[in-house]
């Protein structure tokens, strides 16, 4: 991680995009194209085709791509992209957020809030989940990029102060706070908290990670198909787990 970097990154990208365009009219959305450049600061490489598709960055490490959502879009990039070399997937994640709204009428930006929810590395189960069969591809690698950043929104909801049910105007990077890894099949063990009795069922490792019944279900499905936990037992409609040696 190298924050001098970052913040030149986001200098570069959103200065430049800013004088082009102003908010809410970005071609590129500003969160990829700042995590683009902190990841390959030379612009040569990015958008390089490989095979049949078009990479973010091509580069000594391979193939990056830069995936802030729906995770499924990228099985058949993955397909083709690791046929030929390492590829690794970015994930940008706001462990600290501030939101401002945008009057498309108007064009006037609220002063920004924070926001209650904060992100941690779980949070990534629903996206992983979608490419889990990658994860044990020794050429395959993820990086979860916690960070702090301020998130623009439309006012275009459908509630009385049209902020429910809005659409995400862009999302501007601040701070790189952290940078999580994954390079082969043990670095997923960071999923298993060190208080998970010997035996345990979902609602245990939902309870011990602090997160819900539906993302820790996920979470054991990945780590049961990485070899990480086991299901010994059934007990009604709960499966028993235990953590692999």
Known sequence: MDKQQFCDACEKVIGEQRQRRGIGTLGEKTLHAVLKNYYEPHRENHEIKVGRYVADI???????????????????????????????????????KYVSWLDMDTGEVSPKRRSPRKYRIYDAFKEIYNIKYALDNPRFHLVLCLMEMDEIRYLNGWSKDKK?????????????????????????????????????TSAQYAKACSISKELAGMGLNILNYLGLVERVDKVGNSYIYTVAD
Do not use: H
Not at 184 to 194: E, H, M, N, S
């Open 58 to 96: 091509v580069g000594e490490q391979g193939v990056i791509e830069i995936q802030t959502r729906q995770f499924f879009r990228l099985v058949p990039k993955l397909d083709n992209f690791l046929e030929f070399c390492d590829v690794t997937v970015v994930y940008p994640m706001p462990a600290l």
């Open 164 to 200: 429910r049910g809005s659409s995400r105007c862009d999302r501007i990077p601040k701070e790189i706070i952290e940078e999580v890894r994954f390079d082969c099949v043990q670095d997923y063990r960071l999923f298993i908290p060190g208080s998970l009795p010997v035996r345990f």
